[in-house]
């Protein structure tokens, strides 16, 4: 059998993820996880800080702090939520949202780059396999590490 923890290995490096910024836009640099926070409030209608660290699978108080950040760099605002002020909801700035939509825009980019390395079964076959793998791992009660 092929050496999968490798090829994901492999993968991660690639797509930058060891990198301590994974992203630049203009001046402002945001780390992986920020990236990823970024996403989600804009995938996601108002979402809570909680919503969004169950999501990302982040523990809170990690996340509390990312969430400062990316609010002390002007990319999230934080509103406590009118029916329970304990509950901050967070919402993209216009920078924030010019940010992650250029995120978006990168990464998309560079996946267009990687497919057209393939033909359509191939990049079909890809894509069919990394939901395959995702199902599968979301099936597993715990993350490796």
Known sequence: ?????????????????????CCS??????????????????????????????????????????????VDKKLLTR?????????QIL????????VATAIDEQMNMYLDQVFSQMNDFEKETVIRSLKLLNESMTKVSSSCC
């Open 1 to 21: 059998m092929e050496d999968v923890r490798a090829i994901l290995q492999q993968m991660t490096k690639r797509f930058g993820l060891l990198n301590k910024t």
């Open 25 to 70: 836009v203009g001046a402002v640099e945001v780390t992986l996880i920020q990236s990823h926070i970024l996403y989600e409030v804009d995938r996601q209608h108002q979402p809570s800080i909680q919503q969004i660290a169950e999501t990302l699978g982040t523990e809170i108080t990690t996340f509390s702090r990312q969430v400062q950040t990316l």
């Open 79 to 87: 509103t406590p939520y009118a029916e329970d002020r304990r509950i």
């Open 91 to 98: 919402s993209l700035t216009t920078e924030g949202k010019f």
